[in-house]
């Protein structure tokens, strides 16, 4: 009688045994000769050579479904122990899925575009208004590159900016400071990676996420590197991330150039990165629209209301500021 442990390295364990070991639980009756017994994510088998074999064949197939896929039906089982094809082919569209089996795709023309150029260019500006689902599409994009083995890491970070309220007031230490300003990274990782594979991840540092002051003096390599909250760099700040690249690294910054928090006198880096590095070979400049908003149809009008009033203000400045020359020139 033989004894083998299979490991699944890839694949969540919850979802892999499935509810209440459902999954699991059709295995064994699907190889009554073999004693299988789960502990984490390790699966201890025991009988037939070739029957451990066979079992070892379908579980590795099963876990490459399923950590493709996020799930993994009864139904699906069954045909790969059968030998068929259990469908669940991917579009060519799709990134790819999330916790729920959800397919994640581009939804707009410059979604598209940021996933096209990512196959071809190193260093990627994506910028556009709340919403147009550029920070979403780069972190999808990061995850398929882990999922996938192309990169060892991933890591994300966000320049401290307070936008309108004081870190300082909050309770607790720096990190319960912090977190909360790093939600949203956190909340579009929990979409497409399960929760205990995420856990997993990030206390193995293979999923980074730290403000943007914690890259100074680093070198990544073999990585996905995020930017998020471009405009609220200042130019120092975002030459020294920039710089931070290494080999087989790609470089996705992202930001909305009318959500600048920084005090009016300081120049937002964002704005002068994509002056200085315009035409540079091997750069790619994606500017999303309000067409690209894919949040609730009422961010769209939003955007549009402010972006009326920007102008109208603007407008009103300008032709106070030319009343005021001329009151000048006349007196």
Known sequence: MLEKHIVLNDADPAVFYGVNNTNLQLLKALYPKLRIVARGNVIRIMGDEDETARFEQAVLKLEHYCSEFNSLKEEVIVDIVNGQDPGGE??????????????????????????????THDMLFAIGPAGSGKTYTAIALAVRALKNKEV???????????????????PGDMREKIDPFLQPLYDALQDMIPTAKLKEYMDLNIIQIAPLAFMRGRTLNDAVVILDEAQNTTPQQIKMFLTRMGWNTRMIVTGDLTQIDLPPTQTSGLVQALDI??????????????KDIVRHKLVTRIVDAYD???????????????????SVDKN
């Open 277 to 290: 590095l315009e035409g540079v070979e091997g750069l790619s400049v994606i500017r999303m629209t309000r």
């Open 152 to 170: 060892k890491r991933i890591v994300l970070c966000r320049p401290a900016v307070e936008a309108g309220e004081k870190l300082g007031f909050l």
């Open 90 to 119: 991917k579009s060519s569209d799709v990134i790819l899925f999330g916790v729920t089996g959800r397919p994640i795709m581009p939804r707009s023309v410059n979604q598209k575009r940021l996933v096209t150029d990512y196959s």
């Open 308 to 326: 009326r009033y920007e102008q109208t203000h603007k407008e009103t400045r300008i032709t106070k500021k030319d009343n005021n020359e001329q």
